[in-house]
């Protein structure tokens, strides 16, 4: 995505608050890209961090937590397993809900491991 230059020098040095002429069209500001060590961590993150505690998660403390609907969560979960991950699901004794667990990581290398066993 390229940024639109102005053509005037003055617009550049030009602080937030500065009109723009009406012949002329405002520039964009471009965020820079995310790096992959920030802070915030992404939803199927914290989605991981949630199923790998000692009981799982509730599917409804899942929604609440990541703002997702019920389908959302299975598909997510779904998309997990797809990536190599074990999610067990079990239903709460209280509540009868979806419980999902992850019992396992999903393996590293797995044609390292593949190569290994022949």
Not at 13 to 27: C, E, F, L, R
Not at 81 to 92: D, H, M
């Amino acid at each position: 995505m390229a940024i639109q230059e102005t053509e005037n020098a003055e617009d550049q040095i030009a602080g937030p608050d500065a009109t723009v002429a009406s012949d002329q069209k405002p520039t964009r500001v471009v965020k820079p890209a995310r790096s992959g060590k920030s802070g915030a961590k992404t939803k199927q993150e914290q989605l991981v961090a949630l199923l790998f505690k000692p009981n799982g998660a509730r599917i409804s403390t899942i929604t609440q937590k990541l703002g997702w609907q019920a389908h959302t969560v299975r598909a997510a979960v779904s998309g997990l397993r797809k990536q190599g991950y074990e999610v067990v699901t079990s239903k709460s004794a209280k509540t009868e809900e979806l419980v999902y667990a992850i019992n396992a990581k999903p393996l590293e290398d797995k044609a390292a491991i593949a190569g290994a066993s022949t």
